[in-house]
């Protein structure tokens, strides 16, 4: 939309996601793939989750999961217990 605000649809056919795949973030890419009511969008990869359904981070530059030294108040960080 031109007031950049999300728009929720669902796909059925799983390869039409193949365009997403591999890409990192903040990346942005044409959705004409998506179908005719995309055609002319571009979207930007603003996240995502892994297999297993950890968050991605943008700023990590690797394909595999990585172990983050993160503490209070980042992003993807819930602190357990204090001290």
């Known amino acids: 939309p031109a007031t950049s605000c999300q728009k ?6 799983e390869r039409k ?3 997403f ?4 973030m ?3 890419v044409a959705a004409d793939a998506l179908g005719e009511e995309w055609k002319g969008y571009v979207v ?3 996240g995502g ?5 950890f968050p991605r981070k943008q700023g990590v530059l690797t394909h595999g999961r990585v172990r ?3 503490s209070k108040g980042h ?3 819930r602190p357990r217990r204090t001290g």
């Open 8 to 13: 929720l649809t669902e796909v059925d056919d």
């Open 17 to 19: 996601f193949h365009t």
């Open 21 to 24: 795949y591999k890409k990192r």
């Open 26 to 28: 903040a990346t942005e």
């Open 44 to 46: 930007r990869i603003s």
């Open 49 to 53: 989750n892994d297999k297993q359904g």
């Open 68 to 70: 983050l030294l993160l």
């Open 75 to 77: 992003s993807c960080h």
